[in-house]
């Protein structure tokens, strides 16, 4: 099956600080999402990107599918960022998707 | 936005009882449902696709029989997980897909079972 590599796997962030997660999968897919895990368990989703470039605020997403990877980028990181972020790839018809092990973020005030 | 809840939230049972957990699309119909599961500090993993009107899906290493899954409704689909253990403790969590221009998927609260 599809390989999901995310890294880093932890970040620590000084508020106010930048940082870019990626997204690494060993074939093409229909789709990729990101999602942010809050402490209570709850994924909120930040992007659907299957290609292109995408801005929501502070974040912002990059996808190179022919080059098998995602970007996540975070400007001017807040404490309320901390939590763990996945990327996950479509990858069949259906709907399954297959998820990385997350970059687990904290932001320090 | 695509709301999907979960209920219950959190559910502690004694080893050898049935818990089921629904879960619901509150505002768009969904004719394929997910389901997963979270054990601490990992990653979540897909336990079977649920299709409404038809058998669930299950993927390799899930017992259909342990982890009953129904999909009645375009809005509910219901995760039994009957004879429980403590090692099916875990953090349950669902999903629905959305049809049309993309198929986002959105994902419940979750819901934690413990079991005693």
């Known amino acids: 099956g599809i390989q999901v590599e995310q890294s880093p796997p932890d970040l620590i962030l000084q508020e106010g600080a930048n940082s870019t997660l990626r997204c690494n999968f060993s074939?093409?897919?229909?789709?990729l999402q990101w999602f942010h895990q809050n402490p209570w368990g709850q994924l909120i989703n930040l992007f659907y990107?299957?290609?292109g470039t995408k801005q929501n605020g502070r974040l912002s997403a990059t996808t190179v599918a022919t080059e098998r990877y995602s970007l996540l980028y975070i400007s001017s990181s807040q404490t309320t960022d901390s939590g763990v972020y996945f990327c996950a790839v479509e990858t069949d018809s259906w709907g399954k998707l297959q998820f990385g092990a997350g970059t687990q973020v904290v932001v320090t005030p | 936005g695509a709301v999907v809840s979960q209920h219950p939230s959190r559910v502690i049972c004694k080893s050898g009882t049935s818990v089921k957990i629904e879960c619901r699309s509150l505002?768009?119909?969904?004719?394929?449902m997910f389901w997963y599961r979270q054990f601490p500090k990992k990653s979540l993993m897909l336990m079977a696709t649920s299709n409404e009107g038809s058998k669930a899906t299950y993927e390799q290493g899930v017992e259909k029989d342990k982890f009953l899954i129904n999909h009645a409704s375009l809005t509910l689909s219901t995760l039994t997980v009957t004879s429980a253990h403590p090692e099916d403790s875990s953090f349950y969590i669902c999903s629905a897909r959305v049809w049309g221009l993309s198929y986002e998927q959105y994902f419940g609260p979750g819901t934690r079972l413990t079991v005693t």
């Open positions: 074939d093409s897919v229909n789709n």
């Open positions: 990107i299957p290609s």
């Open positions: 505002d768009f119909q969904a004719t394929t």
